[in-house]
């Protein structure tokens, strides 16, 4: 690497200097430019030739930038570009595609011969002050969400912002839900569909917003996000356990990975066992199905664990994107839930009716009982009844609500 390239990049600005600039609070055009997979380079060959190729990308950058724009050094792998002119959309679109045709067209060549081309991602803000670090960065990650070597400018409109957006508001709610104990269960009713009466629940975390009731899609997102899973879980399986003490309902409480994870379930649950005497056999534990390509040791090991205190395990939306079956034999649980997308269509859709089957099937063979989820009419139930599915569940025998019903149909 030639001293000239390593005397540039040590005296270009750096994130103090940029951090300085923009508490100035004017507007202006700001560049974040960020190298793809940068990390790769130093994990293959080392953080020297690492960085005699940022030394070189800076070179680069201070040649391809426009003549009037200031180049920063922002972190490890990132280059800001700060342009103070008034910039039109096509002009600022201008000057990303030329850095980018720059880097296209380039070798990184450094002193032991090794040749590298760079990839850069670049997002841009125009904005003010020190607003501009969050935009170019919230643009960066829409841009990676489909695409790399390109440019991204930020759109306050795009549905990632509002997404993002949404996000953070649900982060607040779920951490005043916890302070507050506002996360409550909602039961919906299980039907043995030989009897054609209530034999269990699924116990389902609500949020309650002052009037409102928040289903879980709208904040489970963010309560992973801020850590706070695992006390939506206590608070339903503390709160369940009361419910149905004194009770002859079986009932379900979700669990999740992170549940697992924190290795905590099994005294939690022995706790509210003994507080409200129940027989831990009418509690069942309703894993997702992608718990299942956790850890397999710490997985198993924790469910079985909780099998010889009594509890039982189900597997919940069988039949998606990450079945296995091999796993499923291997975990052997009660109950299987066949995700409830089959079961909608089972009537109208050949494909979804043959799955279903070969489900039942291997699920008769290996003694799992069966729940069918998303029962919504007359004909769904008489057709998995058909199949000699154990048990229903879904709006035709009724939704969540807050207490428990008295319920017998006709199966």
Not at 172 to 190: C, G, S, T
Not at 207 to 231: C, H, Q, V, W
Not at 235 to 262: M, P, V
């Amino acid at each position: 690497m030639s001293l000239d390239y390593c005397t540039l990049i040590s005296n270009i600005p750096n994130n103090t200097d940029l951090i300085a600039k923009l508490k100035k609070e004017k507007k202006l055009n700001y560049f974040l430019i960020n190298l793809d997979n940068f990390s790769n380079i130093n994990s293959a060959y080392g953080y020297e030739v690492g960085d005699d190729v940022l030394c070189q990308v800076a070179n680069y950058l201070n040649m391809a930038k426009p003549q009037r724009a200031v180049l920063y050094r922002f972190s490890a792998d990132k280059f800001v570009l700060i342009d103070e002119r008034d910039l039109s959309k096509n002009e600022i679109i201008s000057i990303s595609e030329s850095i980018l045709s720059f880097f296209s067209q380039a070798d990184i060549l450094v002193e032991n011969h090794l040749e590298f081309k760079v990839s850069l991602s670049i997002g841009i803000s125009s904005s003010v002050g020190l607003l501009n670090i969050t935009q170019a960065e919230t643009a960066i990650s829409e841009l990676r969400e489909t695409r790399r070597h390109h440019y991204y400018i930020y759109n306050p409109d795009s549905e990632y912002v509002k997404s993002k957006e949404r996000k953070v508001y649900w982060i607040l709610r779920i951490k005043e839900a916890v302070a507050n104990e506002n996360i409550v269960p909602y039961f919906q009713p299980i039907i043995n569909n030989h009897t054609g009466k209530i034999e269990k629940y699924e116990c389902l975390a609500r949020i309650k917003n002052e009037n409102e009731i928040i289903p879980p899609y709208m904040f489970m997102d963010a309560a992973r996000t801020t850590g706070n899973l695992s006390y939506v879980t206590k608070s339903l399986i503390s709160q369940s356990f009361k419910k149905f003490a004194g009770t002859e309902y079986e009932f379900s409480i979700n669990i999740t990975g992170e549940d697992l994870l924190l290795d905590y379930l099994e005294f939690y649950l022995l706790k509210n066992v003994q507080k409200y005497n129940i027989d831990p056999s009418k509690v069942v534990l309703e894993m997702l199905e992608d718990i299942t390509t956790l850890d397999k040791g710490t997985t198993l090991t924790q469910l079985n664990s909780l099998r010889e205190q009594g509890f039982q395990i189900a597997i919940d939306d069988f039949g998606a994107e990450n079945s296995n079956m091999s796993r499923l034999l291997e975990l052997k649980p009660d109950y299987l839930k066949i995700d409830g997308a089959f079961i909608k269509n089972i009537v109208t859709d050949d494909n979804s009716a043959i799955i279903v089957e070969s489900i039942v099937f291997l699920c008769k063979k290996s003694k799992i009982k069966i729940i069918a989820e998303y029962i919504h009419n007359a004909e769904v139930q008489k057709k998995v009844k058909a199949l000699g599915i154990d048990y229903s569940q879904g709006y035709y025998f009724g939704e969540p609500k807050p207490d428990l019903i008295e319920l017998s149909v006709d199966v």
